[in-house]
């Protein structure tokens, strides 16, 4: 037997300080058939697309929630770099009339302060159960005990219902005329129900309310003509209230998600024994989409600039494909969230059924990604299958440029398990740098984070929780939160912007230095070279910005800075500067060699992307 020197012993044992990703950009990681899903592969890697700069800006968006102080909220937000708002005007908010808004004064003000700061409205139309549409809420007398089942009930002032549009609220749910009173006995104060009683009355007063509209019925009948005329009104209303505001270029979202408040877009969720339509209500012929499909029409009739946005899929991305939504549907929107921790193996995808596990074994881990889930395979549902710029080329007919949506997208601290102040707004600014950074370069359009506000630190909120309280000419330097001021560092890199001229894509070879750090160990580790991310944008004519951070499982704890040698290649470069948005300062940069349009850097990373920008 050959006795190896020492020296080749210890080299032999030693850890690589080299560790080569090749190729950085395989669109094999995008190679998983439906519904398979894997922690190994990386779908977001499966390509790597130099996006304009001028689109990352006017995509940094976020959900305006401000009880207060708006004057100041708007500054404060637009400063950070905000170039869009998502603000929800609900169908109840319509006059009972229909002459106007019941806070058109009010949205008026508010929308002259994003007309002042150039900030781009999405306005959410939604008709939750508990407010569907113009509602008269009343206090109704219940004369005797009602049990549970009953389809009768003795009720007071049988001259202020309205037969099949009054009804008992809140019997379940937060829900408007739950169960609408069909038929009234006046002899007898006897009233008829839509269905049973889910649970005992008492008697005494009991809330109420008449609705303008019925819920959503089948397509062709005489009521979905009615109620489909009255969103096209409440959808025209907000329009026009935008424009006489000054604001042309607007986007309504028409509805928001399925997983709750959805009682009123089926009518036999009131009366349970209509038959059921047999149109799928999210495809072609049925409620929901024939809704979307007359609003969209009559928008961009009237409207020509503003943009319409499919609602319904926030959640459930996959229900109507994208080439099969309404004619003229401008986006799509999503709500991916997945934000909080999960745990592997407890909490396997699917585990019920495990030949759709492509790994064939699960890791443990703890994740809490501010990208959410839904950025990798973890789970089938991975939008990437949709950002994809193959699967981007589809589009509904009569639709030329379709863009996608994130309306809402967020963390909220206690669901990682942090619940200090100071730990809540370090875990939201890693969320929001790099969720804007991540997704407005991987295919999402625009970005609406959740939320601009709320009264404590350790909630979703971005703004300083004493908002309300704040004087409306405060600086921003003096009670910007740290999630607003790292925003601001990011976005102020793409200053000097231009949304015209060729992109001249980027492409990257990547090596990762040093000791090698793994997200999870097992069968097949996944390393953190892996995960390492490169988002580049032009801004102008040889002039980028590239974020670069490494896509932590976990974000509650920071990582230790990792080295990782680039080759940059498109880009004659002069000068290169490597910015830390969240310290504000530079963080040195290593030049190796410039060969033609190939630039070598050495550059240092952390779990918070690091802006590199690359001028001639």
Known sequence: MKILPWAALLAMAAPRQEEPV???????????????????????????????????????????NVPANDELAVRLLAEAGIRAARKEIGWANVAWDESGLTDGAGLRKLLALFKKHAIRPTFLLNCHQGAPCPVKFLEGTLLEDAPKGATRVKLASLDLFTLGRTGLSGLTDYWA???????????????????????????????????????????????????????????????????????????????????????????????????????????????????????????????????????????????????????????QSYHPYGTGTRRLPEQEYHKENPEENADGWTPEVEIRMPEGWISTFVQTESLTRLLNPKAREKHPPGTDRFRHYMTEHGILPAECGVKDDAGAWALKTKCALRSYAFWLNKGVDVLHYFCAYEKEATGFGLLPPDLPKLPSDA?????????????????????????????????????????????????????????????????????????????????????????????????????????????GLEVPVKILGQQGDRLEIEVTVVDVPRILVITP
């Open 177 to 331: 005329a739950e169960a609408l009173i069909t038929a009234v006995d006046k002899a007898t104060d006897e009233c008829t129900l839509s269905k049973p009683l889910p649970k005992d009355l008492k008697a005494g007063k009991v809330p109420m309310a008449t609705l303008k509209y019925l819920p959503l019925h089948p397509p062709g009948t005489p009521e979905f003509e009615e109620t489909v005329g009255g969103w096209i009104r409440y959808a025209t209303l907000v329009a026009r209230l935008s424009v006489e505001s000054g604001i042309d270029d607007f986007d309504l979202e028409i509805y928001n998600e399925l997983t709750f408040g959805t009682k009123f877009l089926d009518i036999r969720n009131y009366v349970p024994d209509r038959p059921r339509h047999p149109k799928d209500f999210l495809n072609e012929g049925g409620t929901c989409w024939e809704l979307a499909r007359r609003v969209v029409e009559a928008v961009h009739k009237g409207f020509p600039r503003a943009r319409c946005i499919w609602g319904f899929s926030n959640t459930t991305f996959y229900h109507c494909a994208v080439d099969r939504l309404p004619p003229g549907m401008d986006a």
């Open 22 to 64: 090749s190729p950085y950009v395989d669109p094999r990681q995008l190679d998983l058939p439906f519904p398979k899903h894997s922690h190994l592969k990386q779908p977001w890697r499966g390509w790597m697309e130099t996006r304009r700069g001028s689109d990352f800006q006017a995509g940094v968006g976020i959900n305006y």
């Open 475 to 583: 600086r921003f330097d003096d009670v910007a939160t740290p999630p607003l001021r790292a925003l601001r560092n990011l976005t102020r890199a793409f200053a000097g912007c231009l949304a015209t001229g060729e992109i001249r894509p980027l492409g990257v070879e990547i090596t990762a230095l040093g000791e090698q750090k793994r997200i999870f160990d097992g069968k097949q580790p996944l390393w953190h070279r892996d995960v390492f991310a490169v988002l580049p944008w032009q801004l102008k004519e040889g002039t980028y910005a590239i974020a670069l951070y490494v896509m932590t499982w976990d974000a509650v704890p920071s990582i230790a800075e990792e080295r990782y040698r680039l080759a940059v290649k498109g880009t004659p470069a002069k000068t290169v500067r490597l910015h830390d948005p969240v310290t």
